[in-house]
Structures are given as C-alpha cells and as structure tokens.
C-alpha cells in the first residue's frame, strides 16, 4: 500500500485546508494528528491549550469521518511515528500546513524534513497565512499577503478515502503530560464549528461598534471578533475571515449610518488581519527573537534587575493598580483580554517594574488561549521598547482605568475587595483616608495591597532610562538594520 499522509498541525479544520484537499484527489490517506509530550510540556504550553486542542480534535474527528475518513491520534516523537507509518502503510507523500511557532516546533520540522529527504519521501508544505518562508526583503510582503488573502479558499473534500487498518487513536487527558495548568471558570470552546458560529455572529451583529469599543475591557468581550484562538488553533483559515468581511460589507445598505459604522469596523478588524501576519513574519525572519532582543543594543538594560517579588505581584494580580490585577485576573480565569489591556499590562511590567521580557512573556504565553509565538514576542519586545523601531509607549494604569472602565465595572469583576469601593476612588484605591476605607470595607495593606511602585517616580525612571538607550548612537545604527529587516512597508504598487 502506499498512502498519502496529512499531518494536522495548528490546522485543525477541513474547510480551506489545501493539504487535506490535495492529498484526498491524489489517493487513499492517513489524517495524522500528533500529540508531541515536548512541545505540550513546554513553558509556554498550559492545560489551557490542550484543551482547546482536544475539543478541536474531537470535532475534525467528526468532520472527516462524515466524508468517509478517519483522524489518527498518536503520541511521540513525529519522526518516529512517521517512520513506523512508512514500514507498514509506505508513505507516497507528506501533505501538511507551513508553520511559524515556536523554536521546538521549529526544530522538530527541520528533522521531519530531513528524514523525508533521506527516506525519499516529497513533502508539500503549503502557506496558511502570509508569511513567506526565506523573504529576501519586506518591500514587496504586502502584495504577497493581499494576493493571498484574494484567492479562492480551498472547498473541504466531499469524500475521503482513508486507510481502514490502522486504529484511530484516542484523544489524550491533559493529566497524561506534566503541563503547567491555571485554574479557569470562562473559556472559549475550541471546533472548527464554534469558529464558525463565532464569525458569523461578529458579522451579524457583535462587529458593529468594534472600532468604538475594541479598547474598553468591557465593551471588548463582545464587540471584538473573538476569532484569534480559532486562527491560532487553525479551527478557521484567516482568508475565510478575510473574505467573509468583504462579502458582509456588500451586503451593508450603501450612505447608510449602518454602513459607515460597518465600514469603519471593519476597516479597522482587516488591518489587524494584515497584523497578525506582519509580526509572525518577524519570527519566521528571525527566530532568535523568542529568546533574544531583536535589537541588541538593547541587551544588559533589564537582565540584571529583575526583582522577583514584583514579577510574583504581577502574575497573581496584586500590585495595587486595579486596572492591572482585574486584567491578570480576567486572563486566569478567561484566557483572553483585549488588545489595549494586553500592551498595558507589557507596559507595566516593563517600564514600571523594570522586569526583562521574557519571564513575563513565558507567563502570559500560558494563560493567552490565543497564544501565538510570532506575534507573541514580537509585541513583548515592541511594548517592552527593545526593538528600537516602535514608538515608546509606557501606559498609566490610572488613566487607562479613569478612561476605559471609568465606573470600575470591570475592576470589580475580577478584584472583588474593590465591590464597594467609589468610582472616584476605584482607580487609585489607595487615597481612601482610613475612614473611607473603614466605610467601604477596603483596608489597603489587608484587604488590597498598596502600590507597588510609585507611578509617578518609576514613569519617569523608565521614560529616561529608555529613551537614552534608543538614542543612542550605537542603538541607532542597530535600529536601522531592525528596520530593514522588519519594518513595515506600504504596499507598493504590482
């Protein structure tokens, strides 16, 4: 027998998947699926995301077996179940996605490659985002990302036919491999049907006022589209979304107000989608960046200061600063938060406390449903201001509370010693004399702690400390090679 073999990554569908579509016309198939103990055991990976796993796995499962086929679920070493596959089924061809994660993954897709190679098997690695493998030079990606996002999506095979012999596999507890785990009482389900419903809804209804309320911490949970776990987990391709949107705004009434509000979200919703490929291509350019500052002449700034206790009161969420706890919360509990909240709490950590990135990076990579690595590190590290090419951005968390949850909805959500505390008080609990706090149940240093750092005094600490860096000569002449490896680009013209 000789098979084709598709092995599902980060692209748990069937719908605009070309590898599963390809392989289906070319002859009978093995649908592999491999659950890899060192990547899940990680520390970046968390229960959090095997199980989101699991639950797309369990409904891929049902998608191909409604067309004929079969999902394979194994654990191990990829290569090793290849080459057990090979001596028994012999595999023809290896049909799977491109991926940009993280290093393991990476290096586990280098071997795969060079196995195949020497067992002379082909593999076709076909791009599901915009991200160019080997790019010369970013002044023409943007006419690569938009072409892509043009053409046609890929229709899911109508029939597939799958080796019968081989045993299906069982989908594997999280309790199976030592991962790190977080408690969590609100997350989003994973399926390529769920996705589905959930751009649907985005686009019927929830999409509306996204331009409007996709900074409130609030607002956000429904008016942002919720769609990046599914794109991490590749439940739904981003051309689907992409397309989708268009086809939502031709359906609009023209020189109407539902029109110019449609047109402004989703204006601003596409431009994000062009994001998400335009970081993770950093990280396809320069894998070094999950461990290494992209600009070196940031290194030495931060490493050696690293205060432990101020890391601890960030994680569990209490350094005073509601705005800052009720969003490290929220992510425990949700695994999600919106995109101003996730560059303040960075800000924070960066600027206020003065903690290198990438600690907090690892933590938050556990409790982000949505992690995804190139994206990932490549906002630590902007937000951090290692890059020498972004604009500083050191966030008050007073302000932003004052300005995005002005009646501390949200702060009392998730930190419920502040229930009762005012709305003039809810950003900066810590003014209270101790009579208010006695009248509002709140005793700062018992019941919430105090500040950790003075805002005022570590702002303009960090603010001086960071601009002499970026202003300096040698981090100039560094910034400059950043940007021509990674800048952006206006799209130039075909």
Request: net charge positive.
């Amino acid at each position: 027998m000789s098979i084709q073999l598709v092995w599902f990554k980060r692209d748990l569908r069937i719908h605009d998947h070309a590898p599963l579509a390809d392989a289906a016309k070319a002859g009978k198939c093995i649908c592999l699926f491999v659950y890899e103990p060192e990547l899940l055991e990680a520390d970046d990976c968390a229960t959090i995301h095997l199980e989101f796993i699991n639950q797309s796995l369990t409904e891929l499962r049902k998608s191909l077996r409604a067309i004929g086929g079969e999902l394979v679920l194994r654990t191990g070493k990829v290569i090793t179940l290849l080459e057990q596959i090979h001596h028994q089924y012999g595999i023809q061809k290896i049909w799977a996605h491109q991926e940009t994660f993280n290093h393991l993954s990476y290096q586990r897709d280098r071997q795969v490659r060079f196995w195949a190679k020497a067992a002379n098997i082909p593999i076709s690695e076909i791009p599901q985002f915009g991200v160019v493998r080997r790019l010369s030079n970013r002044d023409l990606w943007a006419n690569h990302w938009q072409r892509l996002m043009n053409q046609p999506v890929t229709y899911a095979p109508t029939k597939i036919d799958c080796v019968k012999e081989i045993s299906p596999g069982s989908i594997q507890d999280p309790a199976n491999f030592k991962m790190n785990s977080v408690g969590r009482t609100e997350i989003q389900m994973g399926g390529e049907p769920i996705a589905d419903d959930t751009l649907k809804s985005f686009l019927a209804h929830r999409g509306e006022n996204y331009r409007t309320q996709m900074s409130s911490p609030l607002a956000a949970g429904l008016a942002c589209s919720r769609l990046s776990p599914y794109i991490a987990f590749g439940n739904i391709s981003l051309r689907t979304i992409y397309q989708a949107a268009g086809n939502r705004l031709k359906e609009i009434p023209a020189h109407s107000n539902l029109e110019k509000h449609w047109r402004q979200s989703l204006s601003s919703f596409n431009s994000r989608l062009h994001w998400h490929c335009h970081f993770m291509q950093k990280l396809e350019d320069q894998p070094e960046i999950e461990f290494q500052n992209m600009n070196p002449a940031f290194d030495g700034l931060r490493e050696d200061q690293f205060n432990e206790d101020y890391f601890q009161a960030w994680c569990q969420g209490k350094t005073g600063y509601p705005l800052i706890d009720a969003c490290m919360r929220c992510l425990r509990q949700t695994g999600w938060l919106n995109f101003r909240m996730r560059a303040m709490v960075v800000s924070f950590a960066a600027y206020h406390l003065w903690l290198h990135w990438r600690r907090p990076a690892i933590y938050l990579a556990q409790l982000f449903l949505d992690y995804e690595p190139g994206i990932h590190y490549s906002q630590f590290q902007m937000q951090s201001g290692v890059t020498g090419i972004n604009t500083i951005r050191i966030y008050s968390p007073i302000k932003q509370a004052q300005e995005q949850d002005p009646e501390g909805r949200f702060i009392r959500k998730f930190v419920p010693e502040l229930a009762d505390v005012p709305d003039k008080h809810i950003a900066q609990p810590h003014q209270m004399n101790l009579m208010e706090q006695s009248l509002f149940g709140c005793q700062i240093g018992k019941d919430y702690p105090r500040p950790i750092v003075d805002h005022a005094t570590e702002y303009a600490a960090a603010r001086d400390r960071i601009h002499a860096r970026k202003n300096a000569r040698q981090t100039k002449q560094h910034s400059a090679q950043v940007y021509e490896k990674h800048g952006s680009r206006k799209q130039k013209s075909k």
